[in-house]
């Protein structure tokens, strides 16, 4: 596996999850907030760090969308590359979406972002498993490249 292929297919990934969530909640009102949860964490961390975080709300959000661009990015790229990646991206998103919806709370980002509604719940798990299955599908299609 080429693991400029993978971390291309990572970014793909990334960049559709991004796109796709915050396209969707301008529109819906139930749809899960990531960004806020972004925010968020920044906030907290540089907190802990002893820095204060930026009060400018489009700044943070704008450093929340970055992080998880990355974040994902580099998530993402273990899908790789060839036939498998089918499984492994659906294991990998589905992973990302549960984790998205049962760990803000206790990590203490609070849980209504990502939990709110049964609706908003469904909408976290697919959002990442569709970033892991672009991801696999790039992966496919870069490895038919070899």
Same mark, same amino acid.
């Given at each position: 596996?080429?693991?400029?292929?993978?971390?291309?297919?990572? $970014? =793909?990934? #990334?960049? $559709?999850? &991004?796109?796709?969530?915050?396209?969707?909640?301008?529109?819906?009102?139930?749809?899960?907030?990531?960004?806020?949860?972004?925010?968020?964490?920044? =906030?907290? &961390?540089?907190?802990?760090?002893?820095?204060?975080?930026?009060?400018?709300?489009?700044?943070?959000?704008?450093?929340?969308?970055?992080?998880?661009?990355?974040?994902?990015?580099?998530?993402?790229?273990?899908?790789?590359?060839?036939?498998?990646?089918?499984?492994?991206? =659906?294991?990998?998103?589905?992973?990302? @979406? #549960? @984790?998205?919806?049962?760990?803000?709370?206790?990590?203490?980002?609070?849980?209504?972002?990502?939990?709110?509604?049964?609706?908003?719940? #469904?909408? &976290?798990? @697919?959002?990442?498993?569709?970033?892991?299955?672009?991801?696999?599908?790039?992966?496919?299609?870069?490895?038919?490249?070899?």
């Amino acid at each position: 596996m080429n693991i400029l292929k993978a971390v291309a297919s990572g $970014v =793909a990934g #990334a960049c $559709v999850i &991004t796109l796709v969530h915050e396209t969707v909640r301008r529109f819906e009102p139930s749809a899960p907030r990531m960004d806020l949860l972004g925010m968020r964490a920044i =906030a907290k &961390t540089m907190k802990k760090a002893g820095e204060e975080p930026p009060a400018d709300y489009e700044k943070l959000h704008s450093w929340a969308m970055v992080g998880d661009i990355i974040s994902n990015s580099l998530y993402y790229s273990l899908v790789g590359t060839g036939a498998s990646a089918w499984w492994r991206g =659906a294991l990998l998103g589905g992973a990302a @979406g #549960a @984790g998205a919806v049962l760990l803000p709370g206790p990590l203490g980002l609070g849980e209504k972002p990502s939990n709110r509604t049964s609706e908003t719940q #469904a909408m &976290t798990v @697919g959002l990442y498993l569709l970033g892991g299955l672009v991801a696999a599908s790039i992966g496919c299609l870069l490895a038919d490249d070899e």
